[in-house]
């Protein structure tokens, strides 16, 4: 699939269908074990796949008896087979959730970015989503938003997806050091 430009209005499925399709894509990616980032200045829980037929018991068999897969318990899963490493800021209800029980015992990391930071984006094996969606549920479901797909089977995608690998391990970096 070539990139494509998904402009959300505020309702309709189509940012939230790509969304969880592409993080449950992932799951199948163990040829590649560079570590999915997810970058956001606001950072919650939300659902990330409806589940109420077990459409999802394969990848996620300790999962399929919830109706809704959240994007907490989906970055524990994740994070089982796969670095994952979330950059955000110090806003309260951003820390509530990079903080919480299950997302520290999990081995998923995070660092925090000055107030200045704005950038949003998931990059990963195979794709690299971007645009102006914080990675929350009105972000997700509510507010209008604008988000690029950038997909690897793409020629431009692929060299957006290692320049963005470039940057991205980059600004890992340097915020270790602050």
């Not at 509510?142 to 797909?149: A, L, M, P, Q």
């Not at 431009?156 to 340097?174: K, M, P």
Request: charged share 20%.
């Amino acid at each position: 699939m070539a990139s494509r430009d998904i402009w959300s209005h505020g309702s309709g499925r189509q940012l939230p269908d790509l969304l969880g399709s592409a993080l449950m894509a992932l799951l199948l990616r163990t040829d590649d074990a560079r570590p999915a980032y997810f970058c956001s200045p606001w950072i919650t829980n939300f659902t990330v796949a409806r589940n109420a037929f077990r459409d999802f018991e394969f990848l996620l068999p300790d999962l399929s008896d919830q109706e809704a897969i959240s994007f907490a318990d989906y970055l524990v899963h994740l994070a089982r087979s796969r670095p994952v490493r979330m950059v955000s800021t110090a806003q309260a209800v951003s820390l509530a959730f990079l903080q919480s029980p299950g997302l520290r015992s999990s081995g998923v990391e995070h660092r925090l970015a000055g107030d200045g930071f704005h950038e949003k984006g998931i990059l990963a094996p195979g794709f690299y989503l971007e645009g102006s969606m914080n990675l929350t549920h009105n972000g997700v479901y509510v507010n209008g938003e604008k988000v690029t797909y950038h997909a690897e089977s793409d020629s431009d995608g692929e060299g957006r997806i290692a320049r963005a690998y470039l940057e991205f391990n980059r600004r890992w970096e340097l915020l270790e050091r602050q």
